[in-house]
């Protein structure tokens, strides 16, 4: 016969393991968040407006873009990469908590720039993209 007990230290230490997994995972998303903000294929990050870069978004599952800047109007410097960076420190306050992570199937970084395909392929420019998401791609999830 076979018999197993699962006791209140038992809970206290799955408890405990769950907390660790989301703060790792917070982590790992941390670092994917920073070199999302401020790592490119090339040696200048694409950074003029900011709006690139301040319309990167962390959701869960099956959820869209939370943000989308357009350049337009927009003088140079008006965004920063930390404002970047922030903004997707704030989506992973919402997904790496215990009870998220619970139901969450995937995360996605998007970037719903009007012009993202611009930067990232280079499409309606006369020089190559950035290659953002394949730097980020070869980086991996450190």
């Given at each position: ?49 900011g709006a690139y870069v301040n319309s990167f978004s962390m959701t869960k599952n099956s959820e869209g ?78």
């Amino acid at each position: 016969m076979f018999k197993t007990v699962f006791t209140s230290s038992y809970d206290k230490k799955m408890d405990m393991l769950e907390e660790r997994l989301a703060e790792e995972i917070g982590n790992k998303l941390d670092n994917l968040a920073a070199d999302a903000t401020t790592v490119s294929g090339r040696s200048t990050y694409p950074l003029d407006t900011g709006a690139y870069v301040n319309s990167f978004s962390m959701t869960k599952n099956s959820e869209g873009a939370k943000r989308s800047v357009s350049s337009e109007g927009l003088s140079t410097g008006s965004l920063s990469q930390r404002q970047g960076y922030e903004k997707l420190k704030s989506d992973i306050a919402n997904i790496a908590t215990v009870q998220n992570l619970r139901s969450i199937q995937q995360i996605n970084l998007i970037n719903a720039a009007p012009h993202a395909l611009d930067v990232e392929r280079g499409e309606n420019w006369q020089s190559p993209g950035y290659m953002v998401f394949a730097t980020l791609r070869d980086i991996g999830i450190r």
